[in-house]
Every structure is written in structure tokens, then in C-alpha cells.
């Protein structure tokens, strides 16, 4: 079984692939820049006995290359979650998603873990028409949709570059919408579970393709619009559908999915440089 070391563990996607990492017989190192409760888990669930364990607990700064180097040894994997998860002043952003994830991708290849899985966005290329062709087939470059956006399009453009220069296999995840439960008429199309974030996180860990590989980080929703080919190449096969809660969400929001991938993040009204009440740290 690998070691897998999670930075922004203590968030919300953190906090929920840990238990189901930990029941598939991986063992975690847990890295975020607040302290990481170990007994956290989805639905008050802990992982079987002869499960996984966590090995360490490291409380740093993104941008502390030398803490993070101690953290990855021995590492198998490195998935960085860590981030601000909403829009904020550009000199935030730029401090913690874009020098935190050089920081990070640094530390990965100064460790000698060759494997690495960024969490990037739906809101790096938030501008884009939901029935836009080169969403449906294929990925589509960046079109973000505020700084927010471009902090996840440059952590992209790194994965790129050290994923070439290094011969690292890099996977930039443009994750969706990560909730339980889908909770609104764009998330039947978004919605990404908990466990197909952990078949994402197992297919990086597990690949033959190396280099670079861009995905969609979504779950295999009945109306999702994005393609799904990207992931499958990398062996990533979603298995759940927000479907199963259409009904109750069209009785409660007979509203249609937004036009824009970026959903209300692409709305004029919605102001560069300001939180609009996002998960925060993830």
C-alpha cells in the first residue's frame, strides 16, 4: 500500500477522502497550515481495523519549502489541496494558490516523489458556455472567471512545467462542485463525490501516463457536460450520478443550470477581488 501526504488536509475535501483513503490501506502524512483533527471523517465514520494509518501531522505554511520536503519523504504521492477556495484580493491569492503551489511542487520534486495531483477548478475556465464543443469533447484552455480562477489557471501552467522539466506525472484536477450531496440544479450537472475524488486521487497514484494530464474533476452524472475522456486516460472512471436527487432538487429550485461553467463566480455582478462566501481553506 503507498503513502500518500495531502496538503489542506484539514479542509473540506481533505477531511472527506481521508477516511476512504485510509479503508483502501493507504497510510496519509496530513499537512495544512491549521491543526489537522485526525479523528475527522465524513458522516462520523473511521476506517476499519487493518486499515491504513496517518504517519504525521505537519502544521506549516504552504509556501515553507523545507517543512513540506521533511512531510513528502518517502511519500508515494503528494495530492495538494491546500488553498484558498474562493475569490479574495489578488495579493492573497497570488501569496497562497500561486507561490504556495510552486512551494509545494518544489518540495514534491526536492523530496523525489514523482507524482502529484493539484486541485485546480471548474473556474480556471469559468467563462466558457456550458454546450461550448470544446467542453463536451476534449479540455478546454483557460477562461477563468476571476482572480480566483487565474490562481487555479497558473497552478496549471506549473503542473506543466513540472511535470516537463522534472518528468513528474502531473494531474491539474478542474474539480466541479464537491458536496454530499448535489444541493442545486448546476450541481446535477457538477456534483463530484467524495468517492470518486478518491478514484481520482487512486488513479493518479496508480497511472501509467506520465507528463501532464488536465481532467474534470466530476463525478459521471446523467447531465454532465463535460467530457469525461481526459480522466479515463489516466484510468480515473467516476462511478456516481447525481441523478438519483433530481426530483427533490426541481421540486425545491425549478430553476435551470447557469449558461456559463463558472455559474454565479461569471455574473458581472460578481466583484473582482471580493469573497462572495466560498468553503475557504481547502
Same mark, same amino acid.
Given at each position: 500500500?503507498?503513502?500518500?501526504?495531502?496538503?489542506?488536509?484539514?479542509?473540506?475535501?481533505?477531511?472527506? +477522502?481521508?477516511?476512504?483513503?485510509?479503508?483502501?490501506?493507504?497510510?496519509?502524512?496530513?499537512?495544512?497550515?491549521? %491543526?489537522?483533527?485526525?479523528?475527522?471523517?465524513?458522516?462520523?465514520?473511521?476506517?476499519?481495523?487493518?486499515?491504513?494509518?496517518?504517519?504525521?501531522?505537519?502544521?506549516?505554511?504552504?509556501?515553507? +519549502?523545507?517543512?513540506?520536503?521533511?512531510?513528502?519523504?518517502?511519500?508515494?504521492?503528494?495530492?495538494?489541496?491546500?488553498?484558498?477556495? $474562493?475569490?479574495?484580493?489578488?495579493? $492573497?491569492?497570488?501569496?497562497?494558490?500561486?507561490?504556495?503551489?510552486?512551494?509545494?511542487?518544489?518540495?514534491?520534486?526536492?523530496?523525489?516523489?514523482?507524482?502529484?495531483?493539484?486541485?485546480?477548478?471548474?473556474?480556471?475556465?469559468?467563462?466558457?458556455?456550458?454546450?461550448?464543443?470544446?467542453?463536451?469533447?476534449?479540455?478546454?484552455?483557460?477562461?477563468?472567471?476571476?482572480?480566483?480562477?487565474?490562481?487555479?489557471?497558473?497552478?496549471?501552467?506549473?503542473?506543466?512545467?513540472?511535470?516537463?522539466?522534472?518528468?513528474?506525472?502531473?494531474?491539474?484536477?478542474? +474539480?466541479?462542485?464537491?458536496?454530499?450531496?448535489?444541493?442545486?440544479?448546476?450541481?446535477?450537472?457538477?456534483?463530484?463525490? %467524495?468517492?470518486?475524488?478518491?478514484?481520482?486521487?487512486?488513479?493518479?497514484?496508480?497511472?501509467?501516463?506520465?507528463?501532464?494530464?488536465?481532467?474534470?474533476?466530476?463525478?459521471?452524472?446523467?447531465?454532465?457536460?463535460?467530457?469525461?475522456?481526459?480522466?479515463?486516460? +489516466?484510468?480515473? $472512471?467516476?462511478?456516481?450520478?447525481?441523478?438519483?436527487?433530481?426530483?427533490?432538487?426541481?421540486?425545491?429550485?425549478?430553476?435551470?443550470?447557469?449558461?456559463?461553467?463558472?455559474?454565479?463566480?461569471?455574473?458581472?455582478?460578481?466583484?473582482?477581488?471580493?469573497?462572495?462566501?466560498?468553503?475557504?481553506?481547502?
Amino acid at each position: 500500500m503507498a503513502l500518500i501526504a495531502v496538503t489542506g488536509a484539514a479542509g473540506r475535501i481533505g477531511t472527506a +477522502i481521508r477516511p476512504l483513503l485510509l479503508a483502501a490501506g493507504h497510510s496519509l502524512v496530513l499537512c495544512d497550515v491549521v %491543526a489537522v483533527d485526525e479523528g475527522v471523517a465524513v458522516g462520523g465514520s473511521t476506517a476499519p481495523p487493518g486499515a491504513g494509518r496517518v504517519e504525521g501531522v505537519v502544521t506549516a505554511d504552504l509556501r515553507d +519549502i523545507d517543512a513540506h520536503v521533511a512531510a513528502f519523504e518517502r511519500a508515494d504521492l503528494v495530492v495538494h489541496l491546500g488553498g484558498l477556495a $474562493d475569490e479574495r484580493p489578488w495579493p $492573497d491569492l497570488l501569496a497562497v494558490n500561486i507561490d504556495g503551489t510552486q512551494a509545494v511542487c518544489e518540495a514534491t520534486r526536492l523530496a523525489g516523489v514523482d507524482r502529484l495531483l493539484l486541485a485546480s477548478s471548474v473556474h480556471a475556465v469559468g467563462y466558457l458556455p456550458v454546450d461550448a464543443p470544446e467542453v463536451r469533447e476534449g479540455m478546454p484552455l483557460p477562461a477563468p472567471d476571476t482572480f480566483y480562477g487565474v490562481s487555479k489557471a497558473a497552478m496549471e501552467a506549473l503542473g506543466g512545467l513540472y511535470a516537463g522539466r522534472f518528468a513528474m506525472t502531473v494531474v491539474s484536477a478542474r +474539480i466541479m462542485t464537491f458536496t454530499d450531496g448535489p444541493e442545486g440544479p448546476r450541481s446535477l450537472q457538477s456534483w463530484l463525490s %467524495a468517492a470518486d475524488m478518491t478514484r481520482l486521487v487512486l488513479a493518479t497514484l496508480t497511472t501509467q501516463a506520465g507528463g501532464h494530464h488536465v481532467v474534470w474533476g466530476v463525478s459521471r452524472n446523467t447531465r454532465r457536460r463535460v467530457d469525461l475522456t481526459p480522466g479515463l486516460a +489516466i484510468g480515473f $472512471d467516476p462511478q456516481d450520478d447525481a441523478e438519483i436527487h433530481a426530483d427533490a432538487i426541481e421540486r425545491r429550485d425549478p430553476a435551470g443550470a447557469p449558461r456559463l461553467l463558472g455559474g454565479a463566480f461569471a455574473d458581472d455582478d460578481y466583484r473582482l477581488g471580493e469573497p462572495h462566501g466560498g468553503t475557504g481553506l481547502r
